[in-house]
C-alpha cells in the first residue's frame, strides 16, 4: 500500500477546500487499486471537508494539535477537537511548526501521548535543517528527533502510525532529496521507531516530503521503502495531484503484478 499525505497549510479556504476534495474524489473514481489519501486542510475547513468525505475512502488530517488535553489555551485545538471534527490522523512537529510555532520534541512528546488514548492516529514530521545535512550528522539528528517524540509513549496495539521523512532544506524548494538518501533514512526510522513501540512492521509507514510534484513523485513511490509521499505545495494542484495519485497508483498496480 502507498499513501498520499496532501498538507494543504495556510491556504484554501472553505469553499476551496471543498472544490478540491471533490476533486481528488473525481480522481479516484472508477479505481479499485488506489493508495490510501489523507487530506489535510485548515481547521476552519475540517468540519465541511468531513461532510463531503462520508462514505469515501479518503481519510482526514488535522495539520497540529495543541500539547495540553484541555483548558485555558487561547487559539490551540485539542486531539478530542479534532476527534469530534472527524479527524483520523493528525501532523506533529511539522518542521514549519517547529520554526514559527516554537515546537519542541518534548511538545511532540506529549502531544505523542495525548494522542495514544485517543483513536487518532499520528503523522510524525522529522528531518534535519541543511546545516545538520552538511556536517553528517543527518542520522543523528534525526534518531533523536523520534526518540525524543516516544520517549515513554505506548500505542494501543491496534494503532497507526505515519513517520514522514521531511528534510527542511527540501520543503517548499524546487529540489527533492536524492532518492538514495531518502532511501537511507527510511531504513534507520523504522529500525529507531521500531525499537521504541511495539507495532506490527506493517502498522508503521514511512512516507518521504519535501519538494514532491507531479515529475517526480514516481521514481520515490517505486521504491518499496518509500511507503508514500507527503505533498505540500503540489498538492493544492489538482492536475499535478493527480499525476502525483496516479504515480503511486501505478506503483501499486505494477507491485500486485510481481
Ligand atoms: P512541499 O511541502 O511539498 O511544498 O515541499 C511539504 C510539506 O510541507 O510537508
Known amino acids: 500500500m502507498k499513501t498520499i499525505i496532501a498538507n494543504w497549510k495556510m491556504h484554501l479556504g472553505i469553499r476551496e477546500s471543498l472544490a478540491h476534495t471533490r476533486g481528488v474524489l473525481q ?82 512528546n506529549a502531544k505523542m501521548k495525548l494522542i495514544a488514548q485517543t483513536s487518532l492516529m499520528p503523522i510524525l514530521c522529522v528531518g534535519e535543517p541543511d546545516e545538520v545535512r552538511r556536517t553528517g550528522k543527518a542520522e543523528e539528528f534525526v534518531t533523536r528527533q523520534i526518540t525524543e517524540a ?64 507531479g515529475e517526480n513523485a514516481y521514481q520515490f513511490l517505486r521504491e518499496p521503502l518509500v511507503n508514500g509521499v507527503l505533498v505540500g505545495g503540489a498538492s493544492m494542484k489538482l492536475q499535478e495531484f493527480e499525476k502525483i495519485l496516479l504515480a503511486g497508483r501505478d506503483v501499486m498496480l505494477a507491485q500486485s503484478q510481481v
Not at 71 to 91: H, I, K, P, R, Y
Request: proline share 3%; aromatic share 6%; glycine share 8%.
Open 150 to 213: 516516544l520517549q515513554g509513549v505506548r500505542l494501543t496495539n491496534s494503532a497507526r502510525m505515519i513517520v514522514a521523512y521531511e528534510p527542511v532544506w527540501a520543503i517548499g524548494r524546487g529540489t527533492p532529496a536524492m532518492v538514495a538518501d531518502v532511501l537511507a533514512m527510511h531504513q534507520l526510522i523504522r529500525r529507531v521507531v521500531l525499537q521504541h513501540l511495539s507495532l506490527k512492521e506493517d502498522a508503521l509507514s514511512v512516507v518521504y516530503g519535501g519538494a514532491i510534484d
Open 27 to 108: 480522481i479516484m473514481m472508477g479505481h479499485e487499486t488506489f493508495p490510501d489519501v489523507i487530506l489535510c486542510p485548515s481547521f476552519t475547513a475540517l468540519s465541511e471537508v468531513r461532510k463531503v468525505l462520508v462514505r469515501t475512502r479518503v481519510r482526514l488530517g488535522a495539520q497540529t494539535m495543541g500539547p495540553e488535553r484541555f483548558g485555558a489555551f487561547t487559539g490551540e485545538v485539542s486531539v478530542a477537537q479534532l476527534d469530534d471534527a472527524g479527524c483520523q490522523w493528525v501532523m506533529l512537529g511539522h518542521s514549519e511548526r517547529r520554526l514559527w510555532a516554537g515546537e519542541t520534541d518534548a511538545m511532540v
